[in-house]
């Protein structure tokens, strides 16, 4: 069936660092969204990329969205301790049924 | 706007017990979603609705059970409780199923 992978799993940062997490999708996907739960909480909507090669920044996030609508990223610039969570993507397939299908998420902590 | 309510936020059941999870929202949202999120894990989809009266299964239906006769509310009923259902349930809605998802805060459920 279709699947979203993400990675990496985990990932351990110095504040400052930069950070990234990866969406792979095994078909083409119609818009991409991304989430961030932070620790004890409840998934939180970030953005939605809907356009082949499309670029949004929010302050230090950029995401990515890939030319064949397949891929996607989150990258942070320059981390703080308030970027510690699990992000996690979900894609949308092309198809009718349109059901969001999520990654696994990666978990981010920040050690400051 | 409340937005999308949860009740309750803990409980412990014993095997073989039933509960109803009870999930509201005040956003006028056509769908409504229910998820279960394992401890370190992704969100798996329950069941789901896209209007008053209208149900469908998502990936891990079993051992559940839903209803929706209102737009606002969309309880998710477990009958016979068993230790693999031990897990953390989201409820969430969306204008349209292309759209951002809104989450309530969860319930933590233990079945021993």
């Known amino acids: 069936g279709q699947q979203v992978m993400q990675i990496p799993q985990y990932q351990h940062v110095q504040e400052g660092e930069d950070f990234t997490t990866y969406c792979n999708s095994s078909?083409?996907?119609?818009?991409i969204q991304w989430y961030k739960q932070r620790p004890g909480g409840h998934p939180v909507f970030l953005i939605q990329?809907?356009?082949s090669g499309e670029v949004k920044k929010q302050k230090r996030l950029t995401f990515q969205f890939g030319e064949a609508k397949k891929n996607s990223s989150l990258h942070i610039t320059a981390t703080q301790t308030t970027d510690v969570g699990t992000y996690f993507c979900?894609?949308?397939?092309?198809?009718?049924?349109?059901?969001?299908?999520w990654g696994l998420g990666t978990s981010l902590a920040v050690n400051p | 706007n409340a937005g999308v309510t949860q009740t309750p936020k803990f409980r412990i059941l014993k095997i073989g017990q039933s509960m109803t999870l009870q999930c509201t929202q005040d956003?006028?949202?056509?769908?409504m979603y229910w998820y279960r999120q394992d401890p370190g894990m992704g969100l798996k989809l329950i069941y789901y609705s896209v209007g008053a009266g209208i149900t469908d299964k998502g990936e891990v239906p079993n051992g559940y059970n839903v209803s929706r006769s209102t737009t606002e509310d969309f309880p998710l009923r477990l009958e016979l409780a068993a230790p693999s259902q031990t897990s953390v349930y989201f409820c969430?809605?969306?204008?349209?199923?292309?759209?951002?998802?809104?989450f309530g805060p969860g319930t933590r459920l233990t079945v021993t």
């Open positions: 969430a809605s969306s204008y349209v199923q292309t759209y951002e998802q809104y």
């Open positions: 956003m006028n949202h056509n769908y």
């Open positions: 990329l809907v356009k």
């Open positions: 078909t083409t996907l119609s818009n």
């Open positions: 979900a894609g949308q397939n092309a198809g009718n049924n349109r059901k969001l299908i």
